[in-house]
């Protein structure tokens, strides 16, 4: 098993912004290594959508409403992955979860809250 456990999320005025961070723990990391790392939203009323992902060799894929606004990065040695947004907007409020691949199979976190609000 893994357990990811996200922190970072708040409430952040249009323009600001916020880093989450996700940590992933576990025994079987020993053994299979983490092969992509992923920031996931779901806003109400919609289904969850990718954001940003890396891959253990540090390449990157941003959904095109992110692009140039996020970034995400990783520490392979560490099992974290970090997610730098700037320039937020209101459409960014969205409950934002970790997600990993390990041994061909998928782990999520619980979710953080991010709300952009004036």
């Given at each position: 098993?893994?357990?990811?456990?996200?922190?970072?999320?708040?409430?952040?005025?249009?323009?600001?912004?916020?880093?989450?961070?996700?940590?992933?723990?576990g025994n079987i990391l020993s053994i299979y290594p983490i092969r992509t790392m992923a920031w996931y939203?779901?806003?109400?009323?919609?289904?969850?959508e990718s954001v940003a992902t890396i891959t253990?060799?540090?390449?990157?894929?941003?959904?095109?409403v992110v692009k140039g606004r996020f970034?995400?990065?990783g520490d392979n040695a560490k099992n974290t992955v970090l997610l730098q947004m700037n320039s937020?907007?209101?459409?960014?409020?969205?409950?934002?979860?970790?997600?990993v691949v390990v041994s061909n199979r998928v782990y999520w976190g619980q979710g953080t809250q991010v709300t952009v609000s004036s």
């Open positions: 098993q893994v357990q990811l456990v996200e922190s970072g999320g708040g409430l952040v005025q249009p323009g600001g912004s916020l880093r989450l961070s996700c940590a992933a723990s939203r779901q806003a109400p009323g919609k289904q969850r253990s060799g540090g390449d990157t894929n941003y959904a095109d970034t995400i990065s937020l907007l209101l459409e960014d409020t969205a409950v934002y979860y970790c997600r």
